[in-house]
T-cell receptor, first 113, second 111 residues
Framework: AQSVTQLDSQVPVFEEAPVELRCNYSSSVSVYLFWYVQYPNQGLQLLLKYLSGSTLVKGINGFEAEFNKSQTSFHLRKPSVHISDTAEYFCAVSHTGGFKTIFGAGTRLFVKA | NAGVTQTPKFRILKIGQSMTLQCTQD?????MYWYRQDPGMGLKLIYY???????DKGEVPNGYNVSRSTTEDFPLRLELAAPSQTSVYFCASMSENEKLFFGSGTQLSVL
C-alpha cells in the first residue's frame, strides 16, 4: 500500500520569496506522483505530475517538482511566489498501472505582502 | 466544457436521514471516484469505479453506497446520516494519462 506524508501543515512566506513544500511517499512498487492545488471553495486542480522520464517536472504557474527515488521524495518548489499562490497544496501518489490515487494531508501556503 | 458536475453544493441533514449526492462527467472517462475532505486529513477515498457496472470500496466506505449504471453518472448515497459524515465531498474522474478532474464539491452537515 502507498502512503503520502506532507511534512508541513502550514507554510507562511513573503511575496517574491522562494518556497519549497515537502512531500515523502512510501510504496513497494513503482509510482506516479502528483501535486494538486486547491483554491478556497474550489475543487482540486492538477499542478504537475511525474509518470516517467526526467525527474524534474515543470507545472503550471511556475511550479516545479523533483522526483528523488532514493529519498522517496517529490518536493514542490517555486522561485518567487505571488499573493495569488495562497492555497492548499496536496501531494498524491498512485502505483503504475493502478487507478487509485492516495493524497497527503495537504500544506496550506500563505503568501504575505 | 462542463467536466465533472456535482449537486447539490450545500446540504444540511438531520441524523438518520438519507440523501444522494449526484455526480456526472461528460469526458467519457471510465474511472470515477468519491473522496471526502476533512480539515487536516487531506482527501480520503470512499468508493471508486473502473467502468459502468463495476464499483469497489476505497479507504473509508462505511456508511456509503454507490452505483454506476452509466459511464457518465456515479451517485453516492448516504443511507442513515451520522454526524461523522459531516464533510466536504468531491467527485472526480480520471483521464487516460492519470489526471484527476474534480467537481466543485458538496458541503454536507449532519446535525
Amino acid at each position: 500500500a502507498q502512503s503520502v506524508t506532507q511534512l508541513d501543515s502550514q507554510v507562511p512566506v513573503f511575496e517574491e520569496a522562494p518556497v519549497e513544500l515537502r512531500c515523502n511517499y512510501s510504496s513497494s512498487v513503482s509510482v506516479y506522483l502528483f501535486w494538486y492545488v486547491q483554491y478556497p471553495n474550489q475543487g482540486l486542480q492538477l499542478l504537475l505530475k511525474y509518470l516517467s522520464g526526467s525527474t524534474l517536472v515543470k507545472g503550471i504557474n511556475g511550479f516545479e517538482a523533483e522526483f528523488n527515488k532514493s529519498q522517496t521524495s517529490f518536493h514542490l518548489r517555486k522561485p518567487s511566489v505571488h499573493i495569488s499562490d495562497t492555497a492548499e497544496y496536496f501531494c498524491a501518489v498512485s502505483h503504475t498501472g493502478g487507478f487509485k490515487t492516495i493524497f497527503g494531508a495537504g500544506t496550506r501556503l500563505f503568501v504575505k505582502a | 466544457n462542463a467536466g465533472v458536475t456535482q449537486t447539490p453544493k450545500f446540504r444540511i441533514l438531520k441524523i438518520g436521514q438519507s440523501m444522494t449526492l449526484q455526480c456526472t462527467q461528460d469526458m467519457n472517462h471510465n474511472y470515477m471516484y468519491w473522496y471526502r475532505q476533512d480539515p487536516g486529513m487531506g482527501l480520503k477515498l470512499i468508493y471508486y469505479s473502473v467502468g459502468a457496472g463495476i464499483t469497489d470500496k476505497g479507504e473509508v466506505p462505511n456508511g456509503y453506497n454507490v452505483s454506476r449504471s452509466t459511464t457518465e453518472d456515479f451517485p453516492l448515497r448516504l443511507e442513515l446520516a451520522a454526524p461523522s459524515q459531516t464533510s466536504v465531498y468531491f467527485c472526480a474522474s480520471m483521464s487516460e494519462n492519470e489526471k484527476l478532474f474534480f467537481g466543485s464539491g458538496t458541503q454536507l452537515s449532519v446535525l
